[in-house]
């Protein structure tokens, strides 16, 4: 069974840096592109970033680009998100999903964690 | 703001079919058959219904099913059932490996 299980959430300042940490189980993580995707609350889901299945390609969306890192341990199977000088919305539950069937569908999530940015 | 246009909600009574859009523009939904469908019921992460424009995973209804038309794509479900009340999001691939949500569309089995 495909397991995906976020932490690190927390509440952080603006202008702080969090990391979060995706640990994925029951499939090949090492031959699998992962995604970020964030719900803020009570509104859609907003794609954050991909990086692909050896780390060697990173893409991130305009609204968080220059200030997140997502980067993975295929040895640890562990995907990760740094997140540096947070802002009020930037504050959501952030899911890390795997991409599944074909050229694009997400087809395993996270129960997500939730970062809350204020002062 | 989302770049892609999805109609705030729709509803039907139980054993009928309703559809989904989802509009974009041909940098994102007209120009690749990359388009996916996802289900979320209150406080549970999305679940995967369509991938690839038309495609359904293993263990999803076919009552579900998708299409694309021009910058345009749908989701019909058919034999409308009380489970099925839950948000639904289209999206889509854009260039230079980026992706968009649509805003979401809320559906309500009356």
């Known amino acids: 069974e495909v397991q995906l299980v976020e932490s690190g959430g927390v509440v952080v300042q603006p202008g702080g840096s969090l990391r979060l940490s995706c640990a994925a189980s029951?499939?090949?993580?090492?031959?699998?592109?992962m995604h970020w995707v964030r719900q803020a609350p009570g509104k859609g889901l907003e794609w954050v970033s991909l990086i692909n299945w050896d780390g060697e390609s990173t893409y991130y969306a305009d609204s968080v680009k220059g200030r997140f890192t997502i980067s993975r341990d295929n040895g640890k199977n562990s995907l990760y998100l740094q997140m540096n000088s947070l802002r009020g919305d930037d504050t959501a539950l952030y899911y890390c999903?795997?991409?599944?069937?074909?050229?694009?569908?997400?087809?395993?999530w996270g129960q997500g964690t939730l970062v809350t940015v204020s002062s | 703001q989302s770049a892609l246009t999805q109609p705030a909600s729709v509803s039907g009574s139980p054993g009928q079919s309703i559809t989904i859009s989802c509009t974009g523009t041909s940098s994102d939904i007209g120009g690749y058959n990359y388009v996916s469908w996802y289900q979320q019921h209150p406080g549970k992460a999305p679940k995967l219904m369509i991938y690839?424009?038309?495609h359904r995973p293993s263990g999803v209804s076919n009552r579900f099913s998708g299409s694309k038309s021009a910058n345009t794509a749908s989701l019909t479900i058919s034999g409308l059932q009380a489970e099925d009340e839950a948000d639904y999001y289209c999206s889509s691939y854009r260039s230079s490996n980026t992706y968009v949500f649509g805003p979401g569309t809320k559906v309500t089995v009356l």
């Open positions: 999903a795997k991409d599944g069937p074909g050229a694009f569908g997400l087809d395993s």
């Open positions: 690839d424009v038309s």
């Open positions: 029951g499939f090949n993580f090492d031959d699998s592109d």
